[in-house]
């Protein structure tokens, strides 16, 4: 809190959504509120997913980041979506997220996604 003669102000520095509310200030008898809204800064990707090429066997990581920890991203080849399972494992290391293809096969080949709300990063993989 700052005061300067008469004046008095409330700094909140770093806010996030959670320090969204009501904030009053009491003197005697006297109060005054005012009410604050902050929204969330958007998720973007900070890297994003590159293509690559593989040996038909090998296995494969596709590897991007967003702007913000722990936000569920889904996984896509082509505009199907990917499940974790005997094929596919997913990933994701605070705000680094990974599918993992182990034993590729050419069939493997193609455009894979990796979608976060609005947002999506996708590369091609090739299997030789």
């Known amino acids: 809190m700052k005061q300067k003669a008469s004046m008095n ?13 009501d904030y009053s200030c009491v003197c005697g008898d006297q109060k005054t509120t005012a009410s604050l809204s902050i929204k969330a800064k958007p998720v ?3 890297l994003k997913l590159e293509s690559l090429e593989a040996e038909e066997g090998g296995s494969v990581t596709l590897r ?3 702007s913000k920890a722990g936000v569920p ?5 082509g505009t199907q979506v990917l499940k974790s399972g005997e ?3 997913m990933k994701q290391k605070a705000s680094v ?3 993992v293809i182990e034993k590729v096969v050419p069939e493997d080949s193609g455009d894979y996604s990796c979608v ?8 091609r993989l090739s299997i030789k």
Do not use: H, M
């Open 87 to 89: 094929r596919y494992q």
């Open 116 to 123: 976060c709300g609005d947002q999506k990063t996708t590369a």
């Open 97 to 99: 997220n990974e599918l």
């Open 64 to 66: 991007c980041e967003l």
């Open 44 to 46: 973007t990707f900070k």
């Open 9 to 21: 102000e409330l700094v909140i520095k770093k806010v996030v959504p959670e320090d969204s509310g």
């Open 73 to 77: 991203v889904e996984w896509k080849k």
